[in-house]
């Protein structure tokens, strides 16, 4: 049988339907020439010097449509494929940007704790909170799930503008200029890739931009934003509020950052239903077993289309 390097954890469904085709080694168990595919995940992806001594590696399975913790471009140069899971987690991240940022205009986790707490009981009525419809809404990043992410935004009749490397054509306005869309929206949205050419691109420039009344939303990748930056922002009043699913360091999260009132916070938990797993789980798997069969992929990422 084929020998795959298990990097991260997989399901237990995985696993067995892997197992029938793939000896499956583990990271303190393996020899590195017999090594000819990957499995691992957009957190942990394949670290250069381990992706460098496999010379036989053919192919890297990643769980998730992240792929920035795995050199695809290193990767294609050696004939590697690279695969990710996109399309199946679409419509949940774009569930969760919805629910950070209802969550933070209607201050979900402040009012639970109000009632929780018997305040509710002993003070009365908590303070009002904002309307989140027909507010000015920036997309950064206006791929896949940055569509259905204004798709799902509908019903609360938003303006959307979006900022990409390039204009697309859709019926939004387009900012070349982050900083100057910050200015004009009053909620921004990151669900941009990760990488050397996002990261902090959400820097202290665009964070007082947005302002005090702006609230952020980041449900693409921690190195996005400057944590830093934001955490300034959120206690000198710079901004409004916040709401994360991402981090910089995760699972690590700044206990500055965990004590402020204004902010929202997820475990990275953007496509973590059952459903929505389980499909990232069988894309990752089926990536495997074709290119196992005849040398095909299903989702190639863009760097490795043409292998």
Same mark, same amino acid.
């Given at each position: 049988? @084929?020998?795959?390097?298990?990097?991260?954890?997989? @399901?237990?469904?995985?696993?067995?339907? !892997?197992?029938?085709?793939?000896?499956?080694?583990?990271?303190?168990?393996?020899?590195?020439?017999?090594?000819?595919?990957?499995? %691992?995940?957009?957190?942990?992806?394949?670290?250069?010097?381990?992706?460098?001594? +496999?010379?036989?590696?053919?192919?890297?399975?990643?769980?998730?449509?992240?792929?920035? &913790? #795995?050199?695809?471009?290193? =990767?294609?140069?050696?004939?590697?494929?690279?695969?990710?899971?996109?399309?199946?987690? $679409? /419509?949940?991240?774009?569930? %969760?940007? #919805?629910?950070?940022?209802?969550?933070?205009?209607?201050?979900?986790?402040?009012?639970?704790?109000?009632?929780?707490?018997?305040?509710?009981?002993?003070?009365? $009525?908590?303070?009002?909170?904002?309307?989140?419809? $027909?507010? *000015?809404?920036?997309?950064?990043? +206006?791929?896949?799930?940055?569509?259905?992410?204004?798709?799902?935004?509908?019903?609360?009749?938003?303006?959307?503008?979006?900022?990409?490397?390039?204009? *697309?054509?859709?019926?939004?306005?387009?900012?070349?200029?982050?900083?100057?869309? =910050?200015?004009? #929206?009053?909620?921004?949205?990151?669900?941009?890739?990760?990488?050397?050419?996002?990261?902090?691109?959400?820097?202290?420039?665009? +964070?007082?931009?947005?302002? &005090?009344?702006?609230?952020?939303? /980041?449900?693409?990748?921690?190195?996005?934003?400057?944590? %830093?930056?934001?955490?300034? =922002?959120?206690?000198?009043?710079? +901004?409004?509020?916040?709401? !994360?699913?991402?981090?910089?360091?995760?699972?690590?999260?700044?206990?500055?950052?965990?004590?402020?009132? $204004?902010?929202?916070?997820?475990?990275?938990?953007?496509?973590?239903?059952?459903?929505?797993?389980?499909?990232?789980?069988?894309?990752?798997?089926?990536?495997?077993?074709?290119?196992? *069969?005849?040398?095909?992929?299903?989702?190639?990422?863009?760097?490795?289309?043409?292998?």
């Amino acid at each position: 049988m @084929t020998d795959l390097l298990q990097i991260g954890g997989i @399901t237990e469904w995985m696993r067995e339907r !892997l197992s029938p085709v793939f000896n499956i080694h583990q990271l303190d168990d393996f020899d590195a020439e017999s090594i000819t595919h990957i499995v %691992t995940n957009g957190h942990d992806g394949v670290p250069h010097d381990l992706m460098t001594s +496999l010379s036989n590696l053919r192919m890297i399975s990643v769980y998730g449509v992240g792929y920035d &913790a #795995v050199d695809a471009n290193a =990767a294609a140069e050696r004939g590697i494929v690279v695969t990710h899971t996109p399309n199946v987690l $679409n /419509n949940e991240v774009a569930t %969760t940007a #919805v629910l950070l940022m209802l969550s933070c205009y209607r201050e979900l986790v402040r009012d639970d704790e109000y009632v929780r707490s018997g305040r509710w009981e002993v003070e009365g $009525n908590a303070p009002l909170t904002r309307s989140a419809d $027909n507010q *000015k809404i920036g997309i950064l990043g +206006l791929g896949r799930i940055g569509q259905a992410i204004v798709d799902k935004l509908e019903p609360w009749a938003p303006e959307i503008s979006y900022h990409t490397r390039s204009q *697309k054509d859709v019926p939004y306005r387009y900012f070349d200029n982050l900083v100057e869309m =910050a200015e004009h #929206v009053d909620v921004l949205i990151c669900i941009t890739p990760g990488g050397p050419s996002t990261n902090k691109l959400v820097n202290a420039e665009v +964070l007082r931009a947005l302002g &005090a009344g702006g609230t952020l939303i /980041n449900v693409s990748r921690g190195s996005v934003v400057d944590e %830093t930056a934001l955490i300034n =922002a959120l206690q000198n009043d710079e +901004l409004g509020w916040a709401g !994360l699913d991402v981090f910089e360091d995760e699972p690590r999260v700044p206990k500055a950052l965990r004590e402020l009132s $204004n902010v929202v916070l997820l475990p990275h938990a953007g496509s973590a239903t059952i459903e929505t797993r389980s499909a990232m789980g069988d894309l990752t798997v089926d990536n495997l077993l074709q290119h196992l *069969k005849d040398g095909s992929v299903i989702t190639a990422v863009p760097e490795c289309r043409d292998l």
